[in-house]
């Protein structure tokens, strides 16, 4: 059984930093494409970063690039989103996904929801202007 769950998040100010946690257990021999989504009442669910868990390769949105960034640490099997330089557009609540995959179907596939089977309970991150 695997089981995704989120930690961190919170509120801050614009221009403030949050990092966010994910921690993916119950599949030792499997690499994932493990993945951070938002979203936003009436809105869809947004892909923001992924992260594959064997080779490294990180993926990020336009929206994020240059400020969030994706890691891990594959030994805890966790993952982490530091969120630099926030806005109040990144207010969310942020999910974090994961889906059994090689590197290309992760590279193809990560900003979409329906691509990941498991899925964490989400946590909220909030930014004030």
């Known amino acids: 059984q695997v089981q995704v769950v989120e930690s961190g998040g919170g509120s801050v100010q614009a221009g403030g930093t949050l990092r966010i946690s994910c921690t993916v257990s119950?599949?030792?021999?499997?690499?994932?494409?493990m993945t951070w989504f938002r979203q936003t009442p009436g809105k869809e669910r947004e892909g923001v970063a992924a992260?594959?868990?064997?080779?490294?390769?990180?993926f990020y949105a336009d929206s994020v690039k240059d400020r969030f960034t994706i890691s891990q640490d594959f030994p805890k099997s966790t993952m982490y989103l530091q969120m630099n330089s926030l806005k109040p557009e990144d207010t969310a609540m942020y999910y974090c996904?994961?889906?059994?995959?090689?590197?290309?179907?992760?590279?193809?596939?990560?900003?979409?929801?329906?691509?990941?089977?498991?899925w964490g309970q989400g946590t909220q991150v909030t930014v004030s202007s």
């Open positions: 996904a994961a889906q059994a995959a090689g590197y290309g179907l992760c590279g193809k596939n990560w900003s979409r929801p329906k691509f990941h089977m498991y």
């Open positions: 119950g599949h030792p021999e499997d690499t994932y494409c």
């Open positions: 992260i594959h868990s064997g080779v490294g390769a990180k």
